[in-house]
């Protein structure tokens, strides 16, 4: 029997895009998935669109909880407690996949302990909300890199989109409980696997990306302005950046001295905690060897002012 793969899709007044989004998951070269859906209260008709769906009709849709008032976050964060396949997607509302999305991300875990937590993201194409491409790549279009994978890269702010994920039961097991008050659940899950496991990106554009005036958190990052100008206008952005990896290295602290009775922590890790804990030279050092996702400036002030 083919391998298993949950699909966390967390839904909330997405009648624009979902029933687009759910063709796209319809058409997958690999079918043996499972969407599992916990909506946070739609006023639209998003329920009635799920329940309609060719998908939903063939049992291959749960829809677990449609209690609101839970954001974006915690309800993703609940829709992964309901995923128990071998293999976890997260899905946006809003975007569409690929056709051989699955397929392909699949193939990156062939030959690959099952027991290591691995992640594996692709490419994004970015579109209109009528799919009219605007950027080709997201990781060549934007600050963000497509080489984060150690933990010093998610320091300042995350680079790989939930939508773009993939990632085995054991990295579910790594990240989770997700707490109450990090800021994005993708930034968290990247962020810990990096720590105990390996993140494998796949060169391909295997979502359509959509940009639209109700996204959550949009596509960040994309330059618009010059290189001088927006590094100096990054340096307003400390304070927040700073508070934010503060924050999140706090977090990190606890959860990666629980997990490692579980997980082996990698020599990455290791690493990193070695340097953030010495002084300012040491973080300079493994600031030089991160890749950010943000303007240099910031970044570097972020790191020496920890």
Not at 30 to 48: A, P, W
Not at 244 to 261: D, G, Q, W, Y
Request: net charge neutral; hydrophobic share 40%.
């Amino acid at each position: 029997m083919s391998i298993s793969v949950g699909i966390a899709l967390a839904t909330y007044n997405g009648e624009s895009f979902l029933n687009e989004m759910l063709n796209s998951i319809e058409k997958q070269t690999y079918s043996n998935f499972m969407i599992h859906i916990c909506d946070d209260g739609s006023s639209d008709k998003t329920l009635e669109i799920i329940r309609g769906h060719n998908l939903f009709l063939k049992n291959k849709i749960q829809i677990h909880l449609t209690s609101g008032g839970n954001g974006a976050m915690r309800n993703f964060r609940r829709t992964l407690s309901y995923c128990t396949e071998e293999f976890i997607a997260l899905c946006d509302q809003d975007d569409y996949w690929v056709s051989d999305k699955l397929e392909k991300m699949l193939q990156k875990f062939e030959g690959k302990d099952s027991n290591i937590p691995i992640l594996v993201f692709s490419d994004l194409q970015i579109v209109d909300s009528s799919l009219n491409q605007i950027h080709a790549s997201f990781f060549t279009s934007s600050s963000k890199s497509s080489l984060s994978k150690k933990p010093q890269d998610f320091f300042v702010n995350n680079h790989i989109p939930g939508c773009a994920m993939l990632f085995n039961s054991s990295a579910k097991k790594c990240f989770e409980p997700i707490p109450d008050n990090v800021k994005m659940h993708d930034w968290w899950i990247a962020y810990m696997v990096s720590f105990f496991g390996e993140i494998v990106y796949l060169d391909e554009p295997l979502i359509k990306y959509r940009q639209h005036s109700n996204n959550t958190i949009g596509a960040p990052g994309f330059y618009r302005h010059s290189i001088l100008l927006s590094e100096i206008n990054s340096i307003k952005h400390v304070p927040y950046a700073l508070h934010n990896s503060r924050h999140m290295l706090a977090l990190l602290k606890e959860a990666v001295n629980i997990k490692k009775t579980q997980f082996p922590l990698n020599p990455d890790g290791e690493y990193f905690w070695h340097c953030v804990n010495g002084g300012v030279l040491s973080r300079f050092r493994l600031f030089r060897k991160s890749h950010s996702g943000e303007r240099y400036l910031m970044s570097l002030l972020t790191w020496c002012l920890l």
